[in-house]
Antibody, heavy 117, light 107 residues
Framework: QVQLQESGPGLVKPSETLSLTCTVS????????WSWIRQPPGKGLEWIAYIYYSGTTKYNPSLKSRVAVSVDTSKNQFSLNLSSVTAADTAVYYCARQSKGDVFDIWGQGTMVTVSS | DIQMTQSPSTLSASVGDRVTITCRASQTLISWLAWYQQKPGKAPKLLIY???SLESGVPSRFSGSGSGTEFTLTISSLQPDDFATYYCQQCHTYPLTFGGGTKVEIK
């Protein structure tokens, strides 16, 4: 079955760029939309962005000026870059597959990213 | 953005209870609403999509209903594995948004 795994640094300094990669295994990245979602400690969920396997993207306007997502179909991976981070960007970051009308049916386990000097 | 409001924020219940969680949207969603279950330290798990469609593998004690701006998630007979936080998510308009969550606790 399809599995997702996030990877990247767990600690990022303020004003720097947070970079994460999601590796898709057990299936192809093709023909699906793939999203990034985050959850600050003890808080709710926030959708960040999606990317289609072809490279089409859509961003949450609240983060659009700082976010970029990309896809590498040869590696079955997609990535997130979030620039100029502050403590407010501290969260668990999840990657997820979108299907069935823009719901998230498969999720990665999540990776905690702390923004601190 | 479409605002999603869940109630209650916390719910205390016993095994075997019938539990209902409500989600209200600031604009009509038609039936474009999903429900997720999240346990501590884990990723959310999809339970219901398109308001009332049960995700494969999810027990039939979970059901969803509603349309427009008001939706409900019902657990017909609460089981020990069901103590968790539940989130609704609108999938009608971007940006996709979630409710604030309902924590189901042991009474």
């Amino acid at each position: 079955q399809v599995q997702l795994q996030e990877s990247g640094p767990g600690l990022v300094k303020p004003s720097e760029t947070l970079s994460l990669t999601c590796t898709v295994s057990g299936g192809s990245i093709s023909n699906y939309y793939w999203s990034w979602i985050r959850q600050p400690p003890g808080k709710g969920l926030e959708w960040i962005a999606y990317i289609y396997y072809s490279g089409t993207t859509k961003y949450n306007p609240s983060l659009k000026s700082r976010v970029a997502v990309s896809v590498d179909t040869s590696k079955n991976q997609f990535s997130l870059n979030l620039s100029s981070v502050t403590a407010a960007d501290t969260a668990v970051y999840y990657c997820a597959r979108q299907s069935k009308g823009d719901v998230f049916d498969i999720w990665g386990q999540g990776t905690m990213v702390t923004v601190s000097s | 953005d479409i605002q999603m409001t869940q109630s209650p924020s916390t719910l205390s219940a016993s095994v075997g209870d019938r539990v209902t969680i409500t989600c209200r949207a600031s604009q009509t969603l038609i039936s474009w609403l999903a429900w997720y279950q999240q346990k501590p330290g884990k990723a959310p798990k999809l339970l219901i999509y398109k308001a009332s469609s049960l995700e494969s593998g999810v027990p039939s004690r979970f059901s969803g209903s509603g349309s427009g701006t008001e939706f409900t998630l019902t657990i017909s007979s609460l089981q020990p594995d069901d103590f968790a936080t539940y989130y609704c998510q609108q999938c009608h308009t971007y940006p996709l948004t979630f409710g604030g969550g309902t924590k189901v606790e042991i009474k």
